[in-house]
């Protein structure tokens, strides 16, 4: 009778586990498409296989900084595509015109070039920093790079700054620059699937608190050390405007951590959770302290898409937080099946309009009236 007893509340508990990690993946709830027919997608010329899954905003001048790549090679890792060695490029986008710039790298020292996250340190001349995955002596190398914008001389040029590789990082993802420096990375897989393509799967698909948030700061060298731990899928970072809030996504607990940065120490103490409706990926902090974040909210689209872009569509979703600082409520501002624009991955505003670009899929989605 006992036995019979365990059996069946061991059961009723598996079942339960099961319901909730489904409902999780997004597998019960219904997509209701909200904002597409007020948005247009825009592609820089000659840019067709550049997907911008990050990006930073310069409001007094009006420009986006982004991150692009032939990001197929994510899936694997392998980055070769096609049988060809593809490179990323940094773009410089006047978000009123709606007109793109590429920039040309000035004396960076390394052979690939492939930017995932982006940082800017506002200035007299902005500096970039930038998570990077290049091969050295044949393996991928994840780093952080540091680039200056030398637009007042020549618009189209980044000079190189300086390249941070360290022990701790895993998948290096997004960055957040404090100063020149210090600044906070987060690496988003322990396992990479080159390394090892079981325990990547496993630790996705079982959400492991294996991910962390590095604080890297620079005396006579760079040195890096764990901040915070036993995250899932550390991602996205963003701070408040002045730097005394930090937010953290994490992707497979659907929420975003709020922490209180101490501006001299830069100790982080935990304050609250935003939860999402969907796999939080990136997140940005708006001009009005406003909080953006974009994800996937179905799980099971992404993975196909993400395995093979070109023929399957994922959906996207973007919310907004008003009071990030004291208020989790929030707004859903887009939300789509993934017909123009697959897979979001960062959502920013500017003057009114929303930006969406996406881990896969190339260009900017501009959209009007929806924040």
């Known amino acids: 009778m006992l036995n019979s007893v365990l059996l069946c509340c061991l059961l009723v508990f598996v079942g339960a586990y099961l319901i909730q990690y489904l409902a999780d993946t997004g597998l019960f709830r219904k997509i209701e498409p909200y904002g ?21 905003i310069d409001y007094e001048k009006g420009v986006a900084y982004l991150p692009g790549d032939d990001r197929r090679w994510w899936f694997s890792f392998n980055q070769s595509i ?3 060695e ?9 978000i009123q015109e709606e007109k793109f710039h590429r920039f040309q790298l000035v004396d960076y020292q390394y052979e690939h070039f492939h930017p995932i996250g982006i940082g800017l340190l506002k200035g007299k001349e902005n500096r970039l920093f930038m998570t990077n995955h290049r091969k050295e002596n ?9 680039f200056q ?8 040029q980044l000079k190189f700054i300086d390249s941070v590789v360290h022990p701790l990082f895993t998948t290096p993802d997004d960055v957040l620059p404090i100063d020149e420096n210090t600044f906070f990375v987060t690496n988003v897989y322990h396992y990479r699937k080159d390394y090892s393509s079981f325990l990547h799967t496993f630790e996705i698909a079982t959400r492991r608190p294996w991910t962390n948030l590095l604080l890297c700061s620079k005396k006579s060298q760079w040195d890096c050390s764990t901040v915070v731990d036993r995250i899932a899928m550390a991602n996205g970072l963003a701070a408040s405007l002045d730097l005394k809030t930090i937010y953290m996504a994490a992707s497979t607990e659907k929420r975003i951590y709020v922490f209180q940065h101490d501006l001299q120490s830069h100790a982080l103490t935990f304050r609250r959770f935003l939860s999402t409706p969907f796999i939080t990926d990136n997140i940005f902090v708006n001009d009005r302290d406003e909080l953006i974040a974009a994800g996937h909210p179905y799980a099971i689209s992404f993975l196909q898409h ?12 973007v919310v907004l937080f008003s009071r990030p600082k004291s208020n989790s409520t929030y707004k859903n501002v887009f939300l789509s099946n993934g017909e123009i624009l697959s897979a979001s991955t960062v959502g920013a505003s500017f003057n009114g309009k929303l930006l969406i670009g996406a881990l896969f899929d190339s260009g900017i989605l501009f959209c009007d009236d929806l924040l």
């Open 36 to 56: 597409l027919d007020r948005c247009h997608l825009v592609v820089p010329e000659g840019g067709e296989t550049q997907a911008f899954e990050d990006l930073a």
């Open 82 to 84: 096609d049988g060809i």
């Open 86 to 94: 593809k490179h990323g490029h940094i773009y410089l986008l006047n």
């Open 138 to 146: 044949g393996a991928i190398v994840g780093t952080v790079e540091i």
């Open 149 to 156: 914008d030398d637009s007042t001389s020549n618009e189209n």
């Open 306 to 317: 993400e395995k093979n872009p070109r023929e399957h569509r994922a959906h996207s979703e």
